[in-house]
């Protein structure tokens, strides 16, 4: 009886991230989200997609061990400082609350078919839209319109599944060694 | 050694859970703290959010080109048909504006021989100069854009910036000796300007609603405001000179006057900073709550 030798299956570049880098993949994801919605792209009307929101949402559902709170503040307070909001630390509240409350549903999020999953973090990016407005009723004395609350949550609700396909390979990485 | 390890587990894990839910709390506070000391010291906040755009100022100079690269590949597929069109009435503006030029150089001699006749002095110096647009402010229901110019122009906040359409927005926050500036732009909930409608000869206050439109508030009893009628600055404030041309009424809804601004806020490439030298600064940034 001959010895077999283990060979390793050839693996991608992203298997080897998946592995190495648990938090690499969200602070990329993250940073490189942060950067779309800085870019100005001229004639694009004033319906901004919060990047950044989904993709924190993303990592908190689906691999939240991956994406703890406090990379979360870092990266809400620094959304905070890029975008000129004036609030500082608004983001940062909003963020660290609506992605405690995910993380703990992440077996829900795992278990559910993605059409359903697609209408809680809907839901969730109304919430945080709502919240952002609230905030920006009572500091600033400005309350946005609903017309503006509601396409601004609603474009960024049809982006999630963009964000999904593109996260997530990287989220399965991990499983396919 | 077994029983060393479950001693352990058995403070280790209720420790662990402890201090996430700890963390957590201490992370919303630590929000919570922060909005209030950055509304109370905005002047600081605001060199540390500047700080902040400068660091990733390459990054993003970086991310700018494939759509700068994008718009001149749309510029240059437009047709030789649509370019002969605007040709045609590009001319046609030209022998319009040298009229203009013409009259503007008489009535800039004449303006000269009246004030050396009153012996009257320049009020103030204006000094500007032009920037291109760098980012854009995308997380929030506001508007506003980082501005790159050049880093010996003398920045200060309550700069007005303008387009050839007009005025768009003011200088909010500064990164003085670099060159970069925010614009709080005409459209933000937070903007707050000083005008009269030219026709009308009415003042009031132009706010932005955060949606590229704009409203009047603020009117006297008794105005009668014109749907097309052009909005200017008042020049009440101190730190806006009267007359620079900013929107156009649109609707009027009873007591609400709804304007969209002159120039398009959603294309602005480059703007020009002016310092009309009125008063020295803006007390602290303007979205502050009135």
Known sequence: MSIVRYRPKSTAWWQVLGDAGFWLMPIASITAALLLSLIYIPGMPPLVIHWPALVMIYWACYRPEWQPTGLVFIFALLCDLLSGTPLIGITALIAVFMT????SQNNLFLALPFWMDWIIVSICIFVWRGFEALAQG???????HAAMWFTSAFVSALAFPLVAI??????RAAFRF | MNLKFRQFALIAIPLRTAVAQVSVGLLLLSAVVLMLVARQHADTFSDLRMAAVRAVDPVLMAAQQPVQMAESWYDNLQTVAVMQMENKALREELANLRQWHAEAVRLDAENRSLRALLQMKQPHEITSTAGSVLADNGTSYGHSVVVVLPEDFKLRRGLVAMTAGGMVGRTVDVAPG???????LLDDPASRIPVMLETAKTRGILAGQGNGGLRVEDLPDGAVPVVGDRIVTAGDDGVLP???????VTRIDGDRIWAVPIAQLDRLDWLRLV????INTLAKPNFQAP
């Open chain 1, 100 to 103: 405690t409350i995910l993380r």
């Open chain 1, 138 to 144: 009572l500091f600033i004395g400005t309350w946005p």
């Open chain 1, 166 to 171: 593109i996260l997530s390979p990287l989220r």
């Open chain 2, 178 to 184: 670099t060159g970069m500036a925010r614009v709080l």
């Open chain 2, 242 to 248: 009267s007359g620079l041309p900013l929107a156009r």
């Open chain 2, 275 to 278: 310092d009309f030298g009125t």
